[in-house]
């Protein structure tokens, strides 16, 4: 029962190489069983979402908040009739391209490789990946994931130009992506704002005083449940008024995105890409809440002091081990000095410390430097 602007699996652009129907699979279907597979998406489980896992056990890590983001998404997907099938591959997908330590790996990956005069981008990288780096397949080298999989992962979250990635011109960039990949922005994003929430609290570098007096959507539920839990555990009280600011978020994309559709008359997936805007989104007061809470965290989680000297050492690691490689490509696994000889250097190192984990970048920094 999909509604009439949502994605068809029959009317897909297809792959790259032709094969076969499954007699009981349809092609989102096994796209997302092909990245579940995939190396890269096993390593999620050992790399840093915040917190690195020598902090605690207990904290999400890349794999549990991309599991997260695809429970979120498939929910709202199928609120507003649009192709689960292919809004579950494209959150499982989305975040295999980060490298290792979270946002500060990526932070110095990109300075190293912009002191060559490259770049590091999250999105292109797990194009990559998907295209070119998994090698399970005998007749194809990468993945082989349909059209829709692969505009997806470059344009869920950004919109890129023609003139400056002509080599993504087959994406359409002149043209906004289906709703599905739509969704998984901000499906990502109200998972990341409310279990970091979570884990800052958990960690003890946020307080249940600061969030009820920095967040009022927060707050206001925090009293609802105290009136209806007055004897529970604080952390108990913690997590219901959570649970329903989580709620209030995936409610408020429905509606909000429900109500853009409405008034912009989209009737099919052509309307979608024509629209000059993005249509998922929420409603203007609950946007007001969830910008709140971004710039909670960010102030208070992010940039805290406590996890500066963490972040600092993993852009350190990153630094010594790219600028170790340049001075000595040697030292490289032979697969990637044979890639070396095709391929600029930085580009190489960048694919290969983009693919760590975090325990293992850190032996190999032990190792060389």
């Known amino acids: 029962?999909?509604?009439?602007?949502?994605?068809?699996?029959?009317?897909?652009?297809?792959?790259?190489?032709?094969?076969?129907?499954h007699p009981y699979r349809n092609d989102y279907q096994r796209d997302r069983d092909r990245v579940v597979h995939a190396r890269a998406f096993r390593r999620l489980e050992a790399k840093t979402q915040v917190f690195s896992r020598r902090y605690s056990d207990h904290f999400r890590n890349r794999l549990t908040h991309t599991?997260?983001?695809?429970?979120?998404?498939?929910?709202?997907?199928?609120?507003?009739?649009?192709?689960?099938?292919l809004v579950e591959a494209l959150a499982l997908v989305h975040d295999v391209g980060h490298p290792p330590f979270g946002h500060a790996g990526e932070r110095a990956l990109d300075g190293a490789m912009r002191e060559h005069g490259h770049f590091f981008d999250h999105n292109l990288h797990a194009l990559r990946i998907v295209e070119d780096f998994e090698m399970r397949y005998a007749a194809f080298r990468g993945l082989?994931?349909?059209?829709?999989?692969?505009?997806?992962?470059?344009?869920?979250?950004?919109?890129?130009?023609?003139?400056?990635?002509?080599?993504?011109?087959?994406?359409?960039?002149?043209?906004?992506?289906?709703?599905?990949?739509?969704?998984?922005?901000?499906?990502?994003?109200?998972?990341?704002?409310?279990?970091?929430l979570d884990d800052g609290f958990e960690a003890h570098l946020i307080t249940l005083p600061m969030i009820r007096a920095s967040l009022p959507v927060f707050e206001a539920f925090f009293r609802e449940v105290q009136l209806k839990y007055p004897d529970a555990p604080e952390k108990l009280k913690f997590n219901e008024a959570?649970?329903?600011?989580?709620?209030?978020?995936?409610?408020?994309?429905?509606?909000?995105?429900t109500f853009n559709i409405k008034q912009t008359s989209i009737q099919s997936v052509d309307d979608v890409r024509r629209h000059p805007e993005r249509l998922v989104g929420f409603p203007k007061g609950i946007d007001v809440d969830r910008l709140a809470c971004k710039e909670f965290l960010h102030t208070n989680l992010y940039f805290s002091k406590a996890l500066e000297p963490e972040k600092e050492e993993a852009e350190r690691v990153i630094r010594d081990l790219f600028a170790h490689w340049m001075r000595r490509p040697g030292d490289l696994p032979s697969a990637y000095r044979e890639k070396s000889q095709q391929e600029p250097l930085p580009r190489v190192l960048c694919d290969y410390i983009?693919?760590?984990?975090?325990?293992?970048?850190l032996e190999q920094h032990k190792r060389f430097c």
């Open 1 to 21: 029962m999909l509604a009439p602007y949502a994605v068809r699996v029959e009317t897909s652009q297809g792959r790259r190489h032709p094969e076969a129907p």
């Open 67 to 85: 599991i997260e983001v695809t429970q979120i998404a498939r929910t709202i997907a199928g609120q507003l009739g649009l192709n689960v099938d």
């Open 144 to 196: 082989n994931l349909t059209f829709e999989i692969r505009e997806g992962i470059i344009k869920h979250s950004h919109d890129y130009s023609i003139n400056e990635h002509p080599e993504l011109a087959e994406y359409l960039l002149d043209q906004r992506p289906p709703l599905e990949a739509q969704l998984i922005d901000l499906a990502d994003e109200i998972a990341y704002n409310t279990a970091d």
């Open 242 to 257: 959570l649970k329903l600011v989580l709620n209030r978020f995936v409610t408020g994309l429905i509606e909000g995105t």
């Open 354 to 361: 983009a693919g760590m984990t975090d325990n293992f970048i």
